[in-house]
Nanobody, 130 residues
Framework: QVQLVESGGGLVQSGGSLRLSCAAS????????MAWFRQAPGKEREFVAA???????IYADSVKGRFTIPGDIAKNTMYLQMNSLKAEDMAVYYC????????????????????????WGQGTQITVST
């Protein structure tokens, strides 16, 4: 059974930076799509970013140019580097994982929906002060 644990959330000033971590246990990360989603109070969960086992990445338009998933998932941990944070980035951030057959060539645009992911973390809160 795969378990995902997020960390790194907290309070940050507008314009500041944070780095979130998602540690996976239960299996070695391979043939995967790993993603970040977020949910703000009163809003639906939304896609933030994803990376596949080849290192390809995709980002929501709202975070493009500000958020980055480092291309190398080392030690079974995925990161999300968040720069130039805004009030509208405030949310609970979740990591999610999908695993496929060896050698899968993922079309990451098809992995913006939460129902593509079988494994989820518990979430970590990001609060942005203005």
């Amino acid at each position: 059974q795969v378990q995902l644990v997020e960390s790194g959330g907290g309070l940050v000033q507008s314009g500041g930076s944070l780095r979130l971590s998602c540690a996976a246990s239960g299996r070695t990360l391979s043939n995967y799509v790993m993603a970040w989603f977020r949910q703000a109070p009163g809003k639906e969960r939304e896609f933030v970013a994803a990376i596949d086992w080849k290192g390809s990445t995709i980002y929501a338009d709202s975070v493009k140019g500000r958020f980055t998933i480092p291309g190398d998932i080392a030690k079974n941990t995925m990161y999300l580097q968040m720069n130039s944070l805004k009030a509208e980035d405030m949310a609970v951030y979740y990591c999610a994982a999908h695993f496929g057959p060896p050698g899968t060539n993922y079309m990451l645009n098809n992995y913006r929906a939460g129902d593509q992911y079988a494994y989820w973390g518990q979430g970590t809160q990001i609060t942005v002060s203005t």
